[in-house]
DNA sequence: AAAATTAAGTTTACCGATAACCCCAACATA
DNA sequence: TATGTTGGGGTTATCGGTAAACTTAATTTT
């Protein structure tokens, strides 16, 4: 490989000369700056970030962990942080923990032996925090995405897992549904908390009892069921309405829905968050659609402001709103 | 950030013990190996993987780029990539061009400052050959995915479009369809042409004449349609079944077609290369199914074999088979 | 008992870049 | 004339690690 040493000796001047010819530093005549270009340019001359980033301890790199990247929820956020990194001047370095607290510690360890200058995590779950602490504790700035993790103060982009969910069940309480299922992630994960939460909240706020037997925690990845459909079925007066957790769950949902013969919407309705992406023939689906790709840039900004110290030491929260988009998956209860 | 040295001090030992501690080579006595091990511990040590990747040279880090982040058939793709690289003991960085030259460029350099050890190459097109030429003039290995490029020798991970086209044509001749349309993806990606040469291969194989008229040439990125659609509708003797050329392709299609109130299968007949994905709710398509995950794992090891200099000179040429799913999209054409 | 090994570390140089400081001639200023 | 000042560049040390050669004391071999 080229190294700014062999370019100084072609061009009889010595190394520093030729780094500041590369930075644009220092007092260079515009006869040796133009002649080192020169030669740059014949010796395919490409600078070796590893050695910059060791003398000036920044890499220039940012680390994107994510939980699941088959979801369009997280590929779209995936594209808005890598837009938004490169326009920035960063590199982005993908992990996909696939929802496993193994797999994200095993990014972890690489982030700090690669030295990236910041993360973007959107944690498996609350399990994450130690996780998080080490980040801390090597004091790699982080900007927490999607998913808020109990015991750890940080800037973060979320959505309003809270409102999305009260809007899609009082949609459903509007068409007329009384008893209204809830098939939720992993109680571990904060938006399916506070999805839980909102979902409690339409129920009061039209005075509808909450019914334990109506509320099942299963996981963003898919929809484990167990038999678990089938018993709410057979309830003595079973649900006409299910918000699913996120895009996942409904999609599974339906699935199971469809195989025993239960129509969608005209005998069960189902609304859920997270729209399902671009490999959807026809949108169906009743959603709290949130601006995924958002999420990605806004975190990257927030995380580089905070890498640059150009933001004041509290933490900043970024909410972005979720949208009601009523579609085909919800109607009226049956008669 | 605790480097050797500080190690080094604390264990009353010389940087170089510390060293070989690490990596388990030397001469050290169990009783001070255990020491050094404590004290890293205590102190949170972590390696500075730039440092070692200067000296070593060598980053075990592997680029990938692919041309779409949001098709599950890339997604699904990256993980296999992922999964196996991380086997391996190596990074992966990613890097989505979106079917774009400029991004394509600007990644390259990315690539060679980055000085990975090797990258995952899925090329927007054709036109990404000087691309190639740019990493082969600096030693880097790559390895072609589902795309070979015209001018370039290397190894190569990719599909067998030709045949998975000709069967999913034969399906549809099968069925007792005689008009049968392509939409394809741009003819400057070699996939596109395969696939192509595969219609044309089905057609001949059955005695059926190739008719111009009824052969697209669109993007793979999204259907663009501009009318096309209308016209190939209102030919004198139009269509029955249509072969697209990808998956999101036959999604811009099939929405299409609803809008304009043309059922599909009883209408008209659509098969596609690739599946869609987790996120479709009653998979529809008839498919030449590909082994996505497949491709990026097995495109690692052969990377890393080449890498390693454990492989033979000749390039490698990995053909993976793609499987035909009859589902509901496609039916006998209208009487 | 002398010579040869070996175990357990240490010293030195280097990977490729940059910051900070130094150098010297040419020109301007007092 | 003596003294800044500036343009154009060079020297040296350093970032955090590793390979290779070297040291020294203890152990083994003959």
């Not at 299963?218 to 079925?233: A, I, T, V």
């Not at 309705?269 to 790709?293: E, K, R």
Request: charged fraction near 25%; aromatic fraction near 6%.
């Amino acid at each position: 490989m080229v190294t700014i040493y062999d370019i100084a000796k072609q061009a009889n001047v010595s190394a520093m000369t030729v780094s500041k010819v590369i930075n644009n530093t220092g007092k260079i005549s515009e006869k040796t700056r133009a002649r080192v270009k020169k030669i740059m340019e014949e010796m395919n001359y490409v600078p070796n970030s590893m050695a910059r980033s060791l003398v000036l301890q920044e890499t220039k790199m940012l680390s994107l962990l994510i939980p699941d990247i088959t979801n369009p929820f997280f590929t779209t956020l995936a594209r808005g942080a890598e837009d938004a990194a490169m326009r920035l001047g960063y590199k982005l370095l993908f992990g996909n923990s696939d929802e496993s607290l193994t797999k994200e510690k095993e990014y972890v360890d690489m982030i700090l032996s690669t030295r990236v200058d910041g993360v973007l995590f959107s944690a498996a779950s609350d399990l994450s925090e130690p996780h998080l602490q080490t980040l801390r504790k090597h004091r790699i700035p982080f900007v927490l995405l999607d998913r808020e993790v109990p015991g750890v103060e940080s800037d973060a982009v979320t959505g309003n897992s809270r409102e999305g969910a009260r809007k899609l069940v009082e949609h459903l309480v509007g068409l007329g549904h009384r008893r209204i299922a809830l098939v939720n992630g992993s109680l571990s994960v904060s938006t399916a908390r506070d999805r839980l939460d909102g979902y409690k909240d339409a129920l009061k706020l039209n005075d509808i009892p909450f019914d334990e037997s109506l509320a099942f925690e299963s996981s963003y990845k898919h929809f484990e069921d167990e038999g678990m459909l089938r018993r709410m079925l057979e309830l003595p007066d079973p649900p006409t309405a299910v918000f699913a957790g996120n895009n996942f769950l409904a999609v599974g949902l339906i699935r199971k829905l469809l195989e025993l013969g239960v129509k969608v919407p005209d005998r069960m309705s189902v609304v859920c968050f997270d729209d399902l992406g671009a490999s959807v023939i026809d949108p169906f689906f009743t959603v709290a659609s949130q601006p995924a790709y958002q999420f990605g840039a806004m975190g990257i900004q927030l995380l580089v402001d905070r890498i640059k110290g150009a933001t004041t030491p509290e933490w900043k929260k970024l909410v972005l709103p979720s949208e009601l988009i009523v579609r085909g998956s919800s109607g009226r209860p049956p008669a």
